[in-house]
Each structure stands twice: as C-alpha cells, then as structure tokens.
C-alpha cells in the first residue's frame, strides 16, 4: 500500500471540490477500495471520507419513489420494508451478494463502483488495460471461464461484479452527483456505465471529483420480481450468470442480467418477447457475443437461466 | 519398544479414557485466543521486524537484473535479503525448487527477495518497489500435452508399475468392458493458517517459531539450507492451523524469516499471502487417468488397469493416483502404471490422502460405470468383488477389512434401497434428485515416534513429543493415552508439543500421527510404570494403576505419593517390525451422497452425505468424527468446485485467491452423518488405531459426481462436476 493522506469530508460539495484533486479518491465502506490499495492495484495520494455526510437515508420521492442515500448499506437497503414490498428484486439481488459482513459495510454508491474480480486484473505482474491502461489483456486467451460473452472489447473482457447493479438497472434507477464545480445532476442507469471500448479503465461517466449522493427509483411498477444467481459455491462467490426479471401478470416484463458483460446487460429490446418464452429474449440480450471456448456455456445458460425464471414467477402467480 | 507381534491385551483395552468422546482440551485456549500461533510470539528482547516477499512474475527464466535502490530509499527498510546477498545455501531432501530464486525462477511467485522493515506496512509498499527485469524461457505447463514425454516414476521406495497375470488378455476376453479417462485438477490446500514464522539468531544459534507439520524435518531441512549444525536449530510449532500436507516441508518464510534476521540483526516475522501460499508453496497435483475393467456376466472382475500421469518440477515426484486400485478389489489380471512429466508450474507435492484421493476419484466413477454395464447395483458389485487377501500377493492378508460392512450399513441407513437406478427420473419441483456412493480406502502407516513421560512432585503427568496438532486433536489423544495408562484422569495430565528440544515424533501427515504419536506414549508409559513400580518396591509385571493408585496385590499407594516429592522421567520410542509386511493395514469406508441438479441451470446442491468408516480403535469418537466430515466437506469441494486454473501460456495458478479458488461455505454442506465400525486391529500398533483423517476425503467426490450421474444422467469424468459440463445435455426447460 502507498502512503496516503486522508480527510473527513464536511458536505458533498466540499468532497467533490477535495475530489478533484489528481490521486484523490472518495472512501465509504472501503470493501474494494482497501483491498485493493493493499495490492496497489489502486494507488489514491489522498483518501476522502465521506462516511460522514448523512447519505444514509431512505426517502419516499414526491413521484412515488425512493431516495436511497450514497451511503446507505447493502444490509439496511435489503431489509427496508419499502424496498421488500415495491422493489423486491433489490432487496433478492442484494441478499445475493457478498457476506453478512460485507454487505454490512458496503455502500449503495461504492456497490456501483466496485471493479471486477477478473483474476488477470487482481496480479500485477500481469497485463492488465482495465489496471496499467495500453499494458493489454492477459485475460484474452487465458481463463476466462468467468468472463463476459457480450459488449466487451479487443482491450478487455472483464465483467462488473455487482449484483445491485443488474437490480437497479431493471428497475430504471437514477444516479445522483454532486460536481466538483458544486453543481448536481442526474444520471439514469442506463446511461451510468460506460462500454469498455479501448479504454476500459474509464469505467462509468463520473467526472473527475464527482460524487455520488443518492440512487431513487421511479414509482413502483408491480409483478413478480426474481433474481436467480448462477453459481458453482451456493453463497459468497461471484456470478457465472445472473438473471433479475419483473414480470408481470400479462407475460410482459423487465429483464437485466449480470455476469455477462463490462456493466448490468439490459436489452429492452428484447423484452418485448416475453410473453413468447425465454428463448427469443436470450438471443436479442446476447446478439453479437463473442464467448471463448471457456464461457461459451453462459449462452445457454443465460437462456436456461431466464425460462426458469419465467417459469418460476408463474408458479409464484397461480 | 518394538512392536513386531500383534497386541495382546494391554492396559489401553480398559478403555477408562480412551475412546470415550472426549473434549479438546486445548480447546478453551483456542475459544479464548490464547493459543499462540507462529505469527503472533511476542516473547522478544526486541520486537520482531517484518519480513515481506517478494515472489517472481514469471514462470520460468532467470533475472537479468534486480533493482532494489527504490526499496531501500523507503522509511523503515532494515535489510533486503536476494540471492545476491543471502550468502552460500544448500537444498532441503525434501524440496524440488529452490526456496530463495535466481538468477535462475523455476517456477511463479518463487521467491526472489525478502524486504524486511519496522512495520509490516513498510514492508510490503517497499516490496512493491523492487523491480525485477527477467528473461523469459519458455515452459511446459500443460499436462496433456506433456503426457507423451512422462516417464515411470514412483515415490521413493515405491514402484512406478504393477502387474499380476494377464491385463490385457483378460481385458480383451472380458464380457463387459470399460475403458475411461478421468481427470482431476491442481488444488490448493486452503488451510486457514498461511505458512508464517519468526526467526531469533542468538550468535550460531537459531530459534524458529513456525507452523509446521514436521517439526524434525524442519529443523533437517533448514539447517540443510542454512548450511549449519542442526544443532543449532530450534524449532517451535505448538499450535498450528491447519496443514493437509501444505506444512509438512520446509518452505520460504522459514527460510527468509532466518535469513532476514540475520540481515536484521533482530528478530523477523514472515507470513505468505494467500497468492503466495498458492504459487510459491506446494499443492495437489493435476492427474489424467485411464481406467480399463473387465468383467464376467457374474459381476466378478477379471482385469483391472490404472494408469495415471501428472507432471512435476524436474526432480519431483508423482502424484500416486494408482496405489488404491492394486489392493481395493479382486482380480486375477492386474495392471497399474504411474507416469510423470515435467512441468515448470509450482511445486506438486502431499496433500491430504496424496494418491488415493485423486485416484479414487477416478476408481470409484469407474466402479459406478461399470455396476451400471453389468446391470448390478453398485453397492453390491463392490460387495461381489471384495478381497480379503492383498490381490498381488493372495498369502498376504489383510489386516482388518470391514468393506463389506461400512459398504452395508451404510446403505441401510442412508436409504440406498429407494435409489432408482436408471438415471434421471427423480425430480422435486425443479430440481432433479440423485443418490450416489463410493468406497473409501486409505493405508495404515508405522512409523517411529518418540515421546517423554514425567510424574511430577505433585503426581500430575507431563507428556512432552516434537509431534504437532493441526487441528486434528493430537493434544487429547496424547492425554487420554497417558492418562489411561497411568489411571489418571485426564485432567491430571498435562501435553507440550512441537518442540524440537522434545523427543522426535512421527508428526502430523499421512493419517498416521493418531496411532504412532499415542503408541510412543503408551511405550513411555510402560517405562515410567516400570520405574513408579521400582520406586515403591513393587513387581512391575503384577503393579496395577487405576483410579490415581498404584496397586500391588493389597497395597495401594496414591500415584501421587509415588512421586514423593522428586519427578520421575522415562522416554520411550516405538519402533516397528515386519507386520505391515505380512499384514496388509488398510482402512475402510463407504460414502453416501445425496444430490440435487437445477434442470434448468445445472447448479449442483448437496442434501445428504453420510460415511460409514472402519478405522481400527477410534482413540476420540470426538475429534475423529471431526476429522471426518471435516474431510467429507473437502470432498465435496474437490467434488464441486475446487481447481486450481492454470494459465497455459504464462504458466501460473490464475485463481490465486480465495475469492477464485472456491471451497465450501456453509451453504454448500449439507446433513452429515458419519460413523465408525467397532474395530481394534492389534497388528497397526500397541493402541490398536489407525488413521481417519484421509479416509474420510477418500472417495467423497467420486460418490458426489455418482450421484450427479443418478440426477441428470450425465456422466461427468472431469473434475470438479460443474454445470458447465451438464448444460448442454440437460432436459429442455418447460415454461
């Protein structure tokens, strides 16, 4: 670990102004972040608190929705009795991730802005885009059993690791920022990751400083809501697939999946073949993958993964 | 004492304190954190510095150049210790790489430099400043495709191949055949505690606090490398945290723990991370294997063949998958071959049941392959082909062979009768239901061990052995032994372990520290009765010692009183005869498993898992079923997820974390039961034990992937069974 110097942040703009700072970067939970650093995978100069900033509350939204604060944990997230009822695919994506005592810890903005666990990204004798950007990808013909099949690049084929994620991207979740300049603004989900391209290392659209303050969720759109996490481990172990669906009772529906690719994978495109099965949705939400031999089975197990899904949120109907 | 004639009656058979269950009774200083493990000794003039290494980035090659001014320009650096500056060393017997590298890596994450500083902290940023420039050579790091180069080759003392009769005429005229490769991955051994040690010089003399198996190789070993007396090395290993063969050898923390100190000038403290302990320490080799079996329409096999390849380091040695098959089962015809070929990945070497765990692995899907051909149910097609004779060599009995019965109460009381066998056909709800069992097997093992008795002034005992306690309960059955021979009880018997000023131990590896380390305590005992006896001018032959008396005809006098105020010592050492050359010493068991497949995704789930073991006398039913389904959870992660993956290019363990490597969590393990048969075998030693804690992992996964096979149909012969390999041939999903 690099030597580093550290402050409490005093309001959100304040940390953002600190933020801008090259080699500043925000901690909350630190469950990455601290990993990480021990390795010097990440190298900050400066570390800037913001544990102190009272994010942490749950709000209902004048629209009908909720306000969840930056720095809400995954464990009170999960257990909120708003979420539970009106969004219970947060609530099951959540619970599928980490530990007790990670999800203790963790933070709603730092669950978003956790790196992936690609093993070649973890060494640092290796070469690594997403780490020593323009060092290349190690990965690329090497183990890659977990790694995406779709939207990922001849620079990086690493996955987000997320859970809450694919969650909130189902559910059309809204980042908000505060700027380093001191202005705010709102960045829906969707538009929230960036495609690895030739630089995987710039990871979302955040600014240089800017700090996440909260995540609302629009009005509550009912239906069944699933979150199936494909592992080889049943508990604490990254997802080879996962698949978060919404489904209503006309068939219709919302789909997002993670383990797949660079960011939450959402074809809305897609969906409006659910009614009709699994099997057309699975070939638009993985159009134009490109698996290695070793993760080729993500396809049918994307596919195999969904109609159980839809099988199981017709069973939970009837 | 020598053991070359079976037991008689003994004054273990009282069975007072032995084979009652029986409390850990270090356990309270473990539940209370005040059991010292190797990293945490705070017992220095000056306090330990931190030692942090540094481990190559490249599989194979040598160091052009190795820059280290960074380093040492950072706050708290005392020393670097490289091969540069380490002065002359040697090579521990018992290690193939060298534990400090270059200019020549023979392998990833060798270690090429140790940077010891004030802090740990400073330590490891400083670490981070060394860089390397290497010339990389190419490497063999794919066993399959090395297999064309292996050689024969078997562990010291061993024989690469095996043959009896005719194999490969009995094979070709068999009725049912089966001619099937299996393969099994590299894994890790995972134990909680990393390597890690402190090392103190005092002028020539060197302390050693480690975590160790071995406490006597250590000592051979290091000062081997050192190039110093063994004298003049100590070595300390009281309480360790788990091994499975990952601290049976010396390895670089010890190394560079001694030579950072004496750099230092202080004490240094070396741990390994976990990367490390996975690249730059040993682990279970990868195998490939092919089995060929045929049998009569009777069920009977007539020709068995096992052939196995892994690959090593050059100068080490094999992974013995073959061993089990040339005594588990009868068969006129027999055939077993190991093969080695060279590999520059890590260093493969033991880890819990070495051989038999990967082979049968192997065996035992085959076995269930074969039932299935024959139309016979597994459990009875291994009843059918029982041998109670060492098949090479039918004069040779075996010992004590209770198959048939593990293999039979283990069926009755799993429920084996309500199998179906044609695969497939179970479901609940979305999730298709398998049962599937394997047989266990693992070999007795004598081996020499030495142990000190003492009756204190106050009438407690004292026991004091270099033996360790991995975990596995060693400090119990010690105190049991000696207090049931004294006719203490327990309480009132005090153990120290690991210590190399202590008699020399067998040591903790290969199932056999249970039955040698408590046979040296009964043989120290037995002298120490002798010499209590002479003290109160009693006929030792006719002196009894029960109930914390001495008794001789009417006379009875406290153990206390005995003592009189000055200790009594006596040491003893078991040595052994030729038994385990007429008696074949093995232990059994059978292994039920019950298993849930996803239909749609594949994921595998345990329910059930229940072993039926017959082990000999069972010194702590406590601790022993620990070291059971202890061994049982392993299984289930060899089963089901363990592998370490192997990038073949760069030529390096890829999943080098416990975040990559998976074993088990809670959720994985479902109910276990675990049983042993009431057996004593008076040829494996004085107590009449044997080992359990390998032959409880002894075919766990081979039982898994049968019943993987029962659920889906879908015969696995890769390991670990994941869903990958099930998805494309499971039913279609019905929505």
């Known amino acids: 670990m690099k030597a580093f110097s550290y402050e409490r942040a005093q309001s959100p703009a304040q940390a953002a102004a600190a933020a801008f700072k090259p080699g500043a970067k925000f901690i909350a939970g630190g469950t990455n972040l601290l990993d990480l650093m021990k390795l010097e995978i990440e190298a900050p100069t400066h570390l800037i608190d913001v544990n102190g900033l009272n994010l942490d509350r749950i709000e209902s939204t004048p629209e009908g929705g909720l306000r969840i604060g930056a720095l809400v944990r995954n464990t009170d997230l999960a257990a909120d009795a708003r979420v539970r009822r009106d969004y219970a695919l947060l609530t099951r994506a959540l619970v599928a991730g980490a530990s007790g005592q990670l999800r203790n810890k963790a933070t709603t903005a730092g669950n978003l802005l956790q790196r992936t666990r690609c093993p070649y990204f973890y060494d640092t004798n290796q070469a690594c885009n997403k780490r020593q950007p323009g060092s290349g990808c190690a990965a690329i013909g090497g183990i890659s059993r977990q790694l995406a099949v779709v939207g990922a690049s001849e620079a990086c084929i690493a996955t987000h690791p997320s859970d809450m994620a694919v969650a909130l991207r189902a559910l059309d979740a809204t980042v908000e920022t505060v700027r380093a300049d001191g202005t705010s603004r709102e960045i829906p989900i969707a538009a929230f990751y960036r495609a690895p391209g030739a630089t995987p290392h710039l990871e979302t659209v955040l600014e240089r400083g800017e700090l996440i303050t909260a995540v609302t969720l629009p009005r509550p759109i009912g239906g069944i809501h699933l979150y199936h996490k494909v592992r080889d481990r049943a508990s604490y172990a990254f997802a080879l697939v996962s698949v978060g669906a919404i489904i209503q009772p006309d068939g219709t529906g919302r789909v997002a999946l993670g383990g797949v690719a660079h960011q939450p994978w959402r074809v809305e495109a897609a969906e409006a073949d659910l009614p009709q099965g699994a099997k057309a949705v699975a070939a638009k939400l993985m159009e134009g993958a490109r698996p290695t031999e070793q993760n080729a089975f993500k396809l049918p197990l994307v596919e195999r993964t969904l109609a159980s899904v839809i099988a199981q949120s017709k069973g939970a109907a009837s | ?735």
């Open chain 2, 1 to 735: 004492m020598r053991f070359d004639v079976p037991a008689t009656t003994n004054p273990i058979d009282q069975l007072k304190v032995v084979g009652r269950a029986t409390d850990r009774i270090d356990g309270p200083l473990k539940t209370t954190g005040r059991a010292t493990y190797a990293y945490e000794w705070k017992e220095f003039s000056t306090w330990p510095a931190y030692g942090y290494v540094v481990g190559a980035g490249i599989a194979k090659g040598r160091i052009a150049q190795i820059h280290l001014r960074e380093a040492y320009a950072t706050p708290g650096v005392l020393a670097i210790v490289t091969a540069q500056n380490a002065g002359p060393l040697g090579k521990g017997r018992l290690n193939t790489a060298r534990l400090l590298g270059g200019p020549e890596i023979e392998h990833y994450h060798q270690a090429v430099a140790v940077v010891v500083a004030e802090t740990f902290e400073q330590a490891r940023a400083a670490a981070n400043l060394v860089r390397v420039d290497y010339v990389r050579s190419d490497g063999a790091f794919d066993l399959a495709a090395a297999m064309g180069s292996a050689q024969p080759k078997s562990k010291p003392g061993g024989h690469a191949d095996s043959a009896v009769g005719d194999f490969e005429g009995a094979f070709a005229a068999a009725p049912v055949t089966l001619d099937a490769t299996y393969t099994t991955p590299d894994q890790s051994h995972a134990m909680m505690e990393p390597q890690a040690s402190i090392a103190e010089w005092d002028g020539e003399r060197l302390t050693l606090w480690t975590a160790t198996q071995m406490v006597a190789w250590t000592v051979a070993d290091l000062s081997a490398t050192l190039k110093i007396p063994k004298e003049n090395v100590r070595v300390l290993s009281p309480f360790v945290g788990g091994g499975f063969g990952s601290k049976l050898f010396l390895r670089c923390d010890a190394l560079l723990a001694a030579l950072g100190a004496r750099a230092a000038r202080r004490p240094v403290k070396v741990a390994l991370t976990r990367p490390q302990s996975i690249n730059n320490t040993t682990h279970r080799p990868a195998t490939i294997q092919r089995i060929r079996l045929g049998a009569g329409s009777d069920g009977k096999i007539t020709a068995i063949g096992h052939e196995s390849w892994s690959g090593n380091l050059k100068g080490g040695g094999p992974e013995s998958a073959t061993g089990q098959t040339r005594l588990l089962y009868a068969g006129a015809n027999r055939k077993t071959a190991l093969r080695l070929a060279v590999l520059d990945l890590p260093e493969g070497n033991a880890m819990r049941a070495p051989g038999e765990a990967p082979g049968l692995m192997a065996l035992e899907i085959a076995m269930d392959e074969m039932a299935e051909k024959l139309g016979l149910d597994p459990v009875e097609f291994r009843i059918r082909n029982d041998t109670q004779v060492d098949p090479e060599k039918p004069e040779r009995p075996f010992s004590q062979r209770k198959l048939i019965e593990c293999l039979r109460s283990g069926a009755e009381r799993f429920g084996w009768e309500r199998r179906n066998p044609i695969p497939a056909k179970v479901r609940d709800g979305r999730w298709l239901i398998g049962l599937g069992m394997a047989a266990a097997f693992r070999n007795n093992i004598q081996m020499p061990s030495a142990a000190r008795v003492r009756l204190e002034a106050d009438g407690r005992v004292t026991v004091e052995t270099d033996m360790t306690d991995i975990g596995t309960g060693t400090y119990t059955i010690l105190a049991q032994t000696a207090a049931e021979m004294m006719g203490l009880p327990i309480q009132k018997v005090s153990v120290a372990l690991g210590d190399s000023d202590f008699p020399v131990s067998c040591g903790s590896g290969g199932q056999f520290g249970a039955s040698n380390s408590t046979s040296s305590v009964y043989a120290a005992c037995i002298k120490l009765r002798e010499a209590v006896a002479q003290r109160l001018g009693f006929d030792p032959e006719q002196t009894e010692f029960a109930d914390e008396l001495v008794k001789f005809g009417a006379r009875s006098v406290p153990l206390a009183q005995a003592a009189d105020g000055k200790s009594l010592e006596a040491e003893d050492r078991i040595e052994y005869g030729d038994l385990t050359k007429k008696f074949q010493q093995s232990t059994f068991g059978a292994h039920f498993v019950e298993a849930a497949v996803d239909a749609a995704t594949g994921e595998i789930r345990l329910r059930r898992m229940l072993a039926v073991c017959a082990a000999g006398r069972i010194i702590n039913p406590k601790s022993a079923r620990s070291q059971l389904i202890g061994a049982m959870t392993m299984g289930a992660g060899a089963a089901l997820m363990e592998e370490l993956t192997v990038d073949k290019r760069l030529g390096f363990f890829v999943n080098h974390d416990l975040a990559g490597y998976e074993v088990p969590v809670h959720a994985d393990i479902p109910h276990l039961e675990a049983y042993f048969l009431d057996e004593t075998d008076p040829t494996s030693s004085p107590m009449k034990a044997k080992g359990v804690a390998e032959l409880g992992i002894c075919g766990v996964a081979a039982a898994v992937a049968n019943a993987v096979y029962n659920a889906t149909g879908v015969r696995v012969r890769d390991y670990p069974v994941t869903l990958d390999k099930l998805i494309d041939r499971l039913p279609p999903v019905e929505v």
